[in-house]
């Protein structure tokens, strides 16, 4: 019997994506679905805890829980009751190494004081601006975030904030997306005895060495007395792999790259879709 659901968000749960709606009927229908059944609900995202609040929000429960920042940190709503956040020194050499990429573009940083700070880096001014602009034109996906390296620099020296996930940016198109993913492999080269590394299309997500989706959704199903064969898990990224290897219940997103799809058990087309498997 299925007691919970664990999935993505962008990609996947906000596939396509609705600028207005934030999801497509049909995925919020079926989540309420599930909650009327009294099936536990888990958000598993690489975002930080603003817009899965709004999923939240839109269902009008409090009964979510967020894994964020691939598994950085778990809230119920009211409280963070798991935090793995990266050793502060780890963080500096692991920016200063991004920041001598001539490939990386930007720098996103996800801490528990700022929900983003931002810094581009090999980018003309020009670019910057549409950066920033792009940045604000996500619509209910838009995101708060704190621009400048200097923003950057004071927080990586800040002891007490707690820094969840350094996240790289490639560029846009289908070269970001190769760019992004020959760098994960030859970050896991160079620094993946200090984080563990996911590649996520046009960028590559860097948390605390241990620590992903799957490692802390089990974490979160022993919290609820949940078994492992009793959640349906579903992703469409590199992020989510280890969601696939480790729960039997596995469903990739038919739009999924083809290395990250046949890592799952099935494929479907939305997540609406996992409603036959219910039972």
């Known amino acids: 019997m299925i007691k919970a659901l664990a999935t993505d968000l962008d990609g996947t749960l ?45 269902l ?17 709503g009211s409280q963070t009751f798991i935090d793995n956040p990266i050793d502060h020194e780890d963080a500096k050499k692991l920016y200063n190494l991004l920041c001598k990429d001539k490939e990386v573009r930007t720098i996103l940083i996800f801490t528990d004081k700022e929900n983003m700070l931002v810094e581009g880096v090999n980018m003309s001014l020009p670019y910057q601006l549409i950066g920033l602009i792009g940045l604000k034109a996500q619509g209910v996906y838009n995101e708060p975030f704190v621009y400048g390296k200097k923003k950057v620099l004071d927080m990586l020296e800040d002891k007490e904030t707690k820094i969840y996930k350094i996240m790289p940016w490639f560029g846009l198109s289908k070269k970001g997306d190769e760019r992004a993913r020959i760098a994960s492999l030859r970050y896991q080269e160079s620094v993946g005895d200090k984080f563990e590394i996911a590649w996520s299309k046009d960028a590559v997500e860097f948390v605390k060495k241990g620590v992903n989706k799957a490692v802390v959704l089990k974490q979160v199903l022993d919290h609820y007395h949940i078994k492992e064969d009793e959640v349906m898990v579903v992703g469409d990224s590199g992020n989510d792999v280890p969601l696939f290897n480790n729960f039997p219940n596995s469903f990739v997103m038919k739009h999924a790259p083809e290395e990250v799809k046949k890592q799952a058990k099935y494929v479907v087309e939305s997540v609406a879709d996992l409603k036959s498997y219910c039972k």
């Open 60 to 76: 009008g429960t409090n009964d979510i829980t967020i894994i964020g920042c691939n598994g950085s940190f778990v809230s119920d």
């Open 14 to 58: 906000f596939y396509p994506k609705r600028k207005l709606k934030l999801m497509r009927s049909k995925n919020e229908k079926f989540l309420r679905y599930l909650i009327s059944q009294n099936v536990k609900v888990i958000l598993v995202t690489g975002r930080n805890k603003t817009v899965s609040s709004k999923v939240a929000c839109r």
